[in-house]
């Protein structure tokens, strides 16, 4: 038996629908699709530590230039007289 809650949804205040019959049926929104997502204990925790941390301290990929922005490096490097506006 399916259970709808009105104005419930944690995203767009919106109708969830709950069918109650496993977990992998878990409450759905129905405006936005939101879907109320179990997390195990030990990602909550290293959530938990990252919380109010620079992006660069957390993820040990973001350490390196992008290939854009190394691109980009190298392109101003070798002309810049192209983008540099102000020069004569």
């Known amino acids: 038996m399916a259970a709808i809650h009105t104005e419930t949804c944690p995203r767009c ?10 977990d992998e049926d878990s409450p759905t929104c129905l405006t936005c699709g939101w879907r109320d997502q179990q997390v195990s204990p030990d990602v909550q ?7 109010g941390q620079p992006k ?3 993820s040990p990929y973001l350490h390196e230039p992008s290939r854009v922005e190394w691109w980009q490096d190298q392109v ?6 192209l983008y540099n506006l102000n020069a004569s």
Do not use: K, M
């Open 56 to 58: 660069l301290a957390v």
């Open 45 to 51: 925790r290293e959530i938990n530590a990252s919380l």
């Open 76 to 81: 101003r490097t070798e002309t810049p007289s």
């Open 13 to 22: 205040n919106g109708a969830v629908v709950d069918y109650q019959t496993s």
